[in-house]
């Protein structure tokens, strides 16, 4: 597991997964749920910042909602994903960093309303908990984090400092592949392991294939968390508590029937 975080640490890394990752992008919902939950608490307006942002995922629905989006991106094949998506959906209010979470100064992060960071945090050199740690020191109002669980060194605490931990999920989810053909999954597990397969793990290989729908499936299930806190500073009690009950009604308004595990709002 180290020795895999170790070699996707590298924007090289993520220039050679680029495509692979937007096959498995293109043929699962694995990112329903977080949307549903920042269409329900961001609000128009915000200054946001997304680290690690990808292709777009959160970033582009983020801006769509009328936020200003900046998007921290070091991989040039990942950024290229995200630009041609949002020329394609004619984003305006995006603004694309080429640097690392670790090389941007605190100095220059105090003007976001919201940090968000889907399974980025534990990619930079210091970890999760320190990457963590990072994004409260920046002093956004709020914080929106998502992780698979297999990513995280620690679960977070429910209070950092003048944060306040409103809102934690923990729900299962597809993590499928869909390959156009079985050399594409060859191809892959090539990427993967960093070499060519034995003829006897490519008959292994096609072996934990489904074909549905014309397409070959390496089925996966992925657990996450999510976690929302709010800086309480400078609000008195009946603020605090009304910003709550808005996450409430917000939130359950955007329920999924077939989720899977728990909600807590706080």
């Not at 931990?165 to 299962?172: C, D, K, N, T």
Request: aromatic fraction near 12%; proline fraction near 3%.
């Amino acid at each position: 597991m180290e020795k895999q975080r170790r070699r996707a640490m590298s924007a090289e890394y993520w220039d050679r997964n680029a495509k692979w990752y937007q096959l498995w992008l293109e043929h699962n919902a694995y990112h329903r749920r977080a949307l549903e939950v920042l269409g329900a608490f961001v609000r128009p307006g915000w200054a946001v910042l997304d680290i690690g942002a990808g292709s777009g995922v959160l970033s582009l629905p983020l801006a769509a909602m009328g936020c200003t989006v900046t998007a921290l991106e070091p991989s040039a094949c990942m950024r290229a994903l995200l630009e041609k998506e949002g020329t394609r959906r004619r984003v305006s209010s995006l603004l694309i960093d080429t640097r690392t979470w670790e090389d941007v100064p605190l100095s220059e992060l105090g003007i976001f309303d919201l940090i968000v960071a889907s399974n980025s945090l534990h990619l930079t050199e210091s970890g999760f908990a320190s990457a963590l740690d990072k994004v409260f020191r920046a002093r956004p109002h709020h914080v929106f984090i998502v992780s698979e669980k297999q990513f995280l060194d620690c679960f977070p605490d429910d209070r950092y400092g003048a944060y306040t931990r409103r809102f934690e999920e923990q729900w299962s989810t597809d993590s499928s592949y869909a390959y156009h053909c079985l050399e594409d999954a060859i191809e892959h597990w090539s990427f993967r392991h960093e070499r060519i397969p034995e003829p006897y793990e490519e008959h292994g290989i096609v072996a934990t294939l489904s074909y549905e729908d014309g397409h070959f499936w390496s089925k996966g299930i992925a657990h996450l968390c999510m976690y929302w806190w709010s800086r309480c500073e400078g609000m008195n009690s009946s603020e605090i508590m009304e910003e709550g009950k808005y996450a409430c009604r917000n939130v359950n308004v955007h329920l999924s029937a077939d989720r899977l595990g728990g909600l807590y709002v706080r």
